[in-house]
């Protein structure tokens, strides 16, 4: 039986987000991860 899994990486305002899933067989699992903010600073010209 073979097992699949996938990690998602996406930005839910203001937190980076990793949502990892897993399934094997007729088991599914998910687990969500905030790593933290995003502290970038963008600095604009005018």
């Given at each position: 039986?073979?097992?699949k899994s996938?990690?998602?990486i996406l930005?839910?305002?203001p937190f980076w987000v990793?949502?990892?899933e897993?399934?094997?067989g007729n088991k599914?699992?998910?687990c969500k991860i905030t790593?933290?903010?995003?502290d970038r600073v963008i600095?604009?010209?005018?």
């Open positions: 039986m073979a097992m996938s990690l998602t930005f839910e305002n990793g949502l990892f897993r399934i094997d599914y699992e998910v790593f933290g903010a995003d600095i604009g010209t005018s």
